[in-house]
């Protein structure tokens, strides 16, 4: 397992490092992103747009300008006369920022909107595909597959004024959604999260019930349940013991990709609700230009898919012992 | 007489589909006295896996409908509640089947597989499951069972594996083991060593057998009766070598006719069963051998297709077949046992 761990790791590294050259090769080399002239904005004099080209090194050869990059991520750089303390992902264009600091910054709000939306279509999307295919072809089932549908139809940007209109506005039973942490008060992290959870999760329920739903009817064709059937076990131990199992695998091949895309940010629903986490800094930069701060949320993107790979791969291997990690 | 161990009454085993019923057992009636061993010989759709999948009540009930009797010690398992059934499977009755690899859960050890149904009919802790599963490798003829009773099964080869299925079903002691074709999936080396486990066990535990097989020589071997089944019913029955040597129905001549011979000409073509089985969702009236039969026209009239042959006589050597006792006597003493080169006295 650890020599799996470490290849995969040095894998990840030089994935990482072939999305950062093409993702600077993206903005910083392509012509017509005048970076220069991106980065002063309005007060563009030639001396600004001069200086900038000298502080940003634009006069070098793209791979120089590339390798200072990556020099700066691991430890730090100067450009121009401020110091850019690792990792440096530059400064922003539009606030004059450290790229990295505003990023973290704004993490807290995507992690907590992405762990308590994981949660609840986790548990009520599995629950609901395990009742459909426990009652495969009855009233539950379809009832289940029809709220699937509905639910994975309905878009964040229709959902989320519908209910900010009820639960908010008309009725008071919720406050309106904000981020407060969770170390500061965990009851008003719940209440300020809970309706952008809700509208989050009940689209990705619908893909998680159908998905349960298939895996676990595939499972109890199987074989391998007839013969604990045959064995003796009650119903509720071969389903949940044997069969709950099996029907795991593409669950959680899914559930890392959608865990690892939410962490980089659910760009929709932060917009709906006016939360202000990473989905909204990328929003944001592209509609500024601001180059280095979507290079930074690109790269944040790709770190988190990356590392979401590598954990369903272990999980796997820790649910199948016929996957030799090796 | 003491009571047989499991007694089958007019088994009827109907799965509802879009196309129609399909009665996939149509009237099965054999019984099996205690440490006997009842082979099951047939072609496949022949109803030999629906009849003994049936006996444990693991049929689904949201499609299929088992009626008739099935007495086991007395107790008809027809309609047994589910809670009944359960006791009994793994424990009094137990199940192997044809492929080990795909029969047993990928995600266990072997020894968590055989504690498991140890531990769900005794009541035994960890340690007491996990020592009788080592013990129960060690009979099965598993090599430092203390060591591959952590193994998973995609670490054992074939014929381990079956093994080892055969160590979850006898580790209960059951009165009455169900073999559903337990060496098709393996080689024929393997095979005999399987065959030679079960006779040893079936004498040290005095087990019941249903084995069901396609394979007349696991038949011959193994089997003390012999059932030979067709379209849903049985067409012969009799002790193995009142059916091997002398079989009295057109459709276990033509399996035997069609054994291929290790000495002689290789030349001469082998001889199958021609045409193929009936639809069960459409059964002939009469017998459901008729189309492929060549003797239905020794039978006076047309009662081959218009009468369903009864198995008759109701002990002893029986046959449905509606050609008289000494015709049938005579054809294969005549002319199938010459053709097929059956040698030997009867």
């Known amino acids: ?216 009817v595939d499972v109890l064709n199987e074989d391998y349940i007839r013969t604990v059937r045959a064995k003796g076990l009650t119903t509720s131990q071969v389903y949940v013991k044997h069969a709950f199992r099996g029907a795991m695998s593409p669950v959680v091949t899914i559930l890392g990709l959608d865990i690892a895309s939410l962490f980089a940010g659910a760009i929709i629903t932060e917009q709906s609700f006016g939360l202000v986490g990473v989905g909204q800094l990328a929003v944001n930069s592209v509609l500024a230009s601001d180059l280095p701060m979507m290079m930074g949320v690109v790269l944040l993107a790709a770190t988190a898919v990356v590392i979401a790979n590598i954990v369903v791969d272990v999980v796997y291997a820790a649910i199948d012992p016929r996957i030799k990690v090796a | 007489m003491p009571e047989p161990l499991l007694s089958v009454r007019d088994l009827k085993v109907r799965f509802s589909t879009d196309d129609g019923v399909v009665k996939a057992v149509d009237g099965l009636s054999f019984d099996l006295p205690r440490g006997r061993t009842l082979g099951i010989v047939g072609e496949s759709g022949s109803g030999k896996s629906v009849s003994s999948l049936a006996i444990l009540g693991l049929h689904g009930p949201e499609h299929s409908e088992v009626s008739g009797e099935i007495l086991f010690e007395g107790e008809n398992l027809v309609g047994a509640r589910e809670n009944t059934l359960r006791k009994l499977r793994g424990k009094r009755i137990s199940m192997i089947f044809q492929d080990p690899l795909t029969s047993l859960s990928p995600y266990y050890t072997i020894g968590e597989q055989i504690a498991e149904t140890y531990r769900k009919h005794t009541g035994a802790n960890r340690k007491q499951a996990k020592r009788r599963a080592v013990e129960m490798l060690a009979k099965v003829g598993i090599p430092r069972p203390e060591r591959r009773v952590d193994d998973y099964p995609h670490q054992f080869s074939g014929g381990m594996r079956q093994r080892a299925m055969i160590a979850i079903a006898l580790c209960c002691d059951p009165d009455l083991l169900i073999a559903d074709e337990p060496t098709t999936a393996l080689d024929v080396t393997v095979q005999a060593q399987i065959l030679d486990l079960l006779r040893e066990l079936r004498s040290e535990f005095d087990t019941g057998i249903i084995l069901i097989t396609h394979d007349m020589g696991v038949v011959a071997q193994m089997a003390d009766e012999v059932l030979v089944m067709y379209a849903g019913r049985c067409v012969e029955r009799g002790t193995v070598r009142e059916v091997l040597k002398t079989p009295q129905h057109p459709y276990s001549w033509g399996l035997l006719s069609s054994i291929p011979h290790l000495t002689g000409d290789v030349d001469v073509p082998l001889v199958p069963v021609r045409g193929t089985p009936p639809s069960l969702i459409d059964l002939p009236p009469g017998c459901p051998f008729q189309p492929r039969c060549d003797f239905s026209a020794r039978v006076p009239g047309d009662r081959c297709t218009t009468e369903r042959p009864s198995l008759l006589p109701e002990t002893g050597h029986a046959s449905a077949c509606h050609l008289s006792t000494s015709d049938k006597t005579l054809i294969f003493t005549d002319e199938i046992r010459p053709a097929a080169g059956l040698t030997g006295r009867p």
């Not at chain 1, 704004?106 to 909107?113: A, E, F, I």
């Not at chain 1, 519908?162 to 639960?167: E, M, N, S, T, V």
């Not at chain 1, 969770?182 to 009851?187: A, K, T, Y």
Request: proline content about 6%; charged content about 10%.
């Open chain 1, 1 to 216: 397992m650890l020599a799996f761990l470490v290849r995969r790791l040095l894998g990840a590294a030089v994935i990482l490092l072939i999305i950062s050259a093409v993702t600077f090769l993206l903005f910083f080399a392509v012509p017509g992103n005048e970076v220069a002239a991106l980065s002063c904005g309005k007060s563009c004099t030639p001396p600004v747009v001069a200086e900038i080209r000298a502080d940003l090194g634009l006069d070098h050869p793209v791979w120089q300008q590339y390798l200072t990059y990556l020099g700066g991520i691991f430890a730090g750089r100067a450009i121009g006369d401020n110091a850019c303390h690792a990792p440096c992902l530059g400064y922003s264009f539009v606030n004059k920022q450290p790229v990295w600091d505003t990023v973290v910054g704004r993490l807290p709000v995507t992690v907590s909107l992405a762990i308590g939306a994981t949660v609840l279509f986790l548990v009520f999307g599995v629950g609901l595909g395990m009742l459909a295919a426990l009652r495969k072809g009855k009233l539950a089932d379809k009832v289940s597959m029809v709220f699937a549908l509905l639910g994975g139809s309905m878009q964040i940007y229709v959902l989320a004024p519908f209910f900010l209109y009820i639960f908010v506005y008309s009725s008071d039973l919720l406050p309106r959604p904000t981020y407060v942490s969770f170390f500061d008060s965990p009851v008003d992290w719940v209440k300020g999260l809970l309706l952008p959870w809700v509208c989050l999760a009940i689209i990705f329920i619908a893909l998680y019930a159908r998905l349960t739903r298939s895996s676990m």
